[in-house]
């Protein structure tokens, strides 16, 4: 019996390790999410800009005494943390808590009648087996 048959086969070889498989494409619903999230930065933004200039210029445009100063503060108020949660899920890497903060960004779309149209459309493919597989949820 030649004893090197024996060896070759149970010791694996010296040299490279095995190739690692190719990592499967992006579901381009990423990409919309993303876009959405990024839009949703810009809105929100815009928002707070609009507060700041009601605080500063409301009583210019006709407001009554404090109405422009409160409008603004509601507007500074609810545009900073929204376009920061937006940011936060645009930049997001892809793990399974932020396929859940995306869950909740689409939600929160669907709130406006404007951002529905958009809004359902990236539910329905956010919610397909690839996606959650790119988010590690199976």
């Not at 070759?8 to 999230?37: E, H, L, M």
């Amino acid at each position: 019996m030649d004893p090197q048959r024996f060896t070759s086969a149970a010791v694996p070889s010296q040299g490279t390790p095995p190739p690692v498989p190719p990592a499967p494409p992006v579901p381009r619903v990423v990409t919309w999410y993303r876009v959405y999230a990024a839009a949703f930065v810009v809105l929100y933004s815009l928002v707070a800009v609009m507060g700041v200039a009601l605080m500063i210029w409301g009583e210019d445009i006709d407001m009554r005494d404090g109405e422009g100063l409160a409008t603004g503060a509601i507007c500074v108020a609810l545009g900073v943390p929204f376009a920061i949660a937006s940011l936060v899920g645009a930049l997001a890497p892809p793990r399974k808590w932020s396929w859940i903060y995306g869950l909740c960004l689409i939600a929160l779309g669907m709130t406006s009648a404007c951002c529905m149209p958009a809004s359902v459309p990236l539910l329905i493919f956010w919610l397909k087996d690839e996606t959650k597989a790119h988010f590690e949820m199976k």
